[in-house]
C-alpha cells in the first residue's frame, strides 16, 4: 500500500484520490477551502459526477480515503503528492497558475521527507521546471524531491470510467528513476505508459485537448456545409467515424465544445504559440468556429419564428454544458439565454441536475421543474444539452401543451421525419433543412 497525497479536490483530484484509493492506496486529500472539506468529510461531494459519492464512501470506510485542510498531516509519511488544483484562464488568455504555485510552496513548507511532486492539473509547457524553482526556493531545509507531470484525460460525467480505463498513462520528468516510481503506481490501470520529458508530457495534454477541440469544430464546418447541400451530418459523422484513421468519436455536431477545459486550454496552447511570435491559425479558426454555434441557433430560430423572437416564449432544454454534469462553465446555454433575452424573449429553462448552479448565473431566465411544465405556452424548444431523459421525451404530449410546435434540436437528439411527421416545425444542425434534403 503506497501513501498518497492529492492536493486539490476539484473534479479531478477527488476522482483521482477516490479512485487511487479504490486501487488499493491510502490517499489523503487535500484542500484549503473548509467548507469543501467538512462536506467531504460528511459525505457531500462538490461536484455532480455518477458513481462519485458511492465511490468515496466507500473508500471513507474502508479506511483508504480521508480529507483535511492541513498539509502537514496530508504529507505525513506521503511518497507522493499530486497537485489538482485549478489553472482557469488568465485574463490575456494565458492559465492563471497561483494555485499551482501556492500548492508547491505550501508542499515545500511541510515536507519533511522526500516526495515525488507529481502535477495533474493542465499547466503551460515550462511549468513543471517552475514549480522545481519554487519549491527549492520554498524549502526550510534542503530535502529531496523530484517534479513529474502526469496530465489527466478525465471526461466529466464519465470521469471514473475514464481514470479506471484510460487510453494511456502518460508521464514527464529529468528523473526517471521518480518516473518508473509514478508508473508503478499506475501499473493496475492496464494501459500504455508513455515516460517523457517534463515539457512533452505537458504539451501532449495541450495537443490532446485541441486536437479534439478541433475535431469537433470540424465537423460543425462540416455541419453548415450539409445544411445548404442538402445532406444529414449526423450519417455523414457515422460514414466517416468507421476508418479507423478518423474514429467515430468527437464527431457529433451541434452547439461545439464549452466546459472547463477545451476552451481555456485551446485559449492556452495559442497564447503560448503566439508569446514566441508564432501564428496558431487553426487554434484560432477552431475558436470562432467553436463560438458561431451560439449564435447560428439565434439566428436559425428567428428564422423559424418568422423573423422575430421578441416576445415569445422559448424554453431551453439542458442547461450544463453537457450531459451528466452540472457543469455551467463556458455552457452554450449561457450565452444562448443571453441572446435570446437581450432579442426580447423571455427564456425558461430546464435541466437535470444543474439547476442549482444556473439560477445563479442565470437570473433572467425562469426555471422550470421538468421538461412538460416548461413547455407549456412555449414559442419554441431548444435542445442544448443532449441528457438521455430529452431522448425519451413525449413529443406528442410536448407539441399538445406548446403555443406554437417549433424544435431547434441544437443536439440533434431527434430524428427529423418523426417530428415533422407529428407536426413539429423542425431544425437541427446540418441536417439538410436549406437545401434538398429531408
Ligand atoms: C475534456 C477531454 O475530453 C478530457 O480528455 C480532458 O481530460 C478534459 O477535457 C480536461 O482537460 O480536463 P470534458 O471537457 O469533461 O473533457 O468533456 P468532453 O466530453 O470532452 O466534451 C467537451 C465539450 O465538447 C462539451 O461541450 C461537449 O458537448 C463537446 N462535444 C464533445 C461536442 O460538441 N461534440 C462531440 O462530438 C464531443
Known amino acids: 500500500m503506497k501513501q498518497i497525497c492529492v492536493v486539490g479536490v476539484g473534479y479531478v483530484g477527488i476522482v483521482s484520490g477516490a479512485c487511487f484509493a479504490d486501487l488499493g492506496n491510502r490517499v489523503i486529500a487535500l484542500d484549503i477551502d473548509e467548507k469543501r472539506v467538512a462536506n467531504l468529510n460528511k459525505g457531500i461531494m462538490p461536484i455532480y459526477e455518477p458513481g462519485l459519492d458511492e465511490l468515496v464512501e466507500r473508500n471513507v470506510k474502508a479506511g483508504r480515503l480521508s480529507f483535511t485542510t492541513s498539509y502537514k498531516e496530508a504529507l505525513d509519511g506521503t511518497e507522493f503528492a499530486f497537485i489538482a488544483v485549478g489553472t482557469p484562464s488568465g485574463v490575456e488568455g494565458d492559465a492563471d497558475l497561483q494555485y499551482v504555485a501556492a500548492a508547491a510552496r505550501?508542499?515545500?513548507?511541510?515536507?519533511?521527507?522526500?516526495?515525488?511532486?507529481?502535477?495533474?492539473?493542465?499547466v503551460p509547457v515550462g511549468?513543471?521546471?517552475?514549480?522545481?524553482d519554487i519549491v527549492k526556493e520554498a524549502q526550510p531545509k534542503p530535502i529531496d524531491f523530484s517534479v513529474v507531470s502526469c496530465p489527466e484525460f478525465l471526461r466529466e460525467g464519465s470521469a471514473i470510467g475514464d481514470f479506471m480505463n484510460p487510453h494511456r498513462t502518460v508521464l514527464g520528468s529529468q528523473d526517471m528513476e521518480a518516473a518508473e516510481k509514478v508508473a508503478h503506481l499506475h501499473l493496475p490501470l492496464r494501459a500504455p505508459i508513455v515516460i517523457t520529458n517534463l515539457r512533452t508530457a505537458e504539451m501532449i495534454k495541450y495537443a490532446s485537448n485541441a486536437f479534439l477541440a478541433t475535431k469537433i469544430s470540424f465537423i460543425n464546418e462540416v455541419a453548415d456545409i450539409c445544411e445548404v447541400l442538402g445532406a444529414d451530418v449526423k450519417e455523414v459523422s457515422v460514414g466517416m467515424g468507421y476508418d479507423k484513421r478518423i474514429g467515430p468519436m468527437f464527431l457529433d455536431a451541434g452547439l461545439g465544445w464549452g466546459g472547463s477545459c477545451f476552451p481555456k486550454d485551446v485559449r492556452a496552447l495559442a497564447f503560448m504559440a503566439e508569446e514566441k511570435g508564432l501564428d496558431p491559425k487553426i487554434l484560432n479558426e477552431t475558436m470562432i468556429v467553436n463560438y458561431r454555434r451560439r449564435?447560428?441557433?439565434?439566428?436559425?430560430?428567428?428564422e423559424m419564428l418568422d423573423g422575430s423572437i421578441k416576445e415569445k416564449t422559448i424554453g431551453l432544454l439542458g442547461l450544463a454544458f453537457k450531459p451528466n454534469t452540472d457543469d455551467m462553465r463556458d455552457a452554450p446555454s449561457t450565452d444562448i439565454a443571453k441572446a435570446l433575452n437581450a432579442a426580447g424573449a423571455t427564456v425558461r429553462g430546464y435541466d437535470p441536475v444543474s439547476m442549482d448552479v444556473a439560477r445563479g448565473l442565470l437570473p433572467a431566465?425562469?426555471?422550470?421543474?421538468?421538461?412538460?411544465?416548461?413547455?407549456?405556452?412555449?414559442d419554441?424548444?431548444?435542445?442544448?444539452?443532449?441528457?438521455?431523459?430529452?431522448?425519451?421525451?413525449?413529443?406528442?404530449?410536448?407539441?399538445?401543451?406548446?403555443?406554437?410546435?417549433v424544435i431547434f434540436d441544437a443536439r440533434n437528439i431527434y430524428d427529423p421525419a418523426e417530428a415533422r411527421e407529428l407536426g413539429f416545425n423542425y431544425r437541427g444542425m446540418g441536417r439538410g433543412f436549406n437545401g434538398n434534403g429531408s
Do not use: R
Not at 449564435?295 to 428567428?302: K, Q, S, Y
Not at 419554441?380 to 410546435?405: C, D, H, R, Y
Open 380 to 405: 419554441a424548444l431548444i435542445v442544448v444539452t443532449e441528457w438521455n431523459e430529452f431522448k425519451q421525451l413525449s413529443l406528442k404530449k410536448v407539441k399538445g401543451l406548446m403555443k406554437t410546435p
Open 295 to 302: 449564435e447560428l441557433v439565434v439566428e436559425h430560430l428567428t
Open 106 to 122: 505550501s508542499i515545500a513548507e511541510n515536507m519533511t521527507e522526500p516526495l515525488i511532486l507529481i502535477n495533474k492539473s493542465t
Open 365 to 378: 431566465v425562469k426555471m422550470f421543474d421538468d421538461p412538460y411544465s416548461m413547455a407549456e405556452g412555449c
Open 127 to 132: 511549468t513543471g521546471d517552475w514549480v522545481a
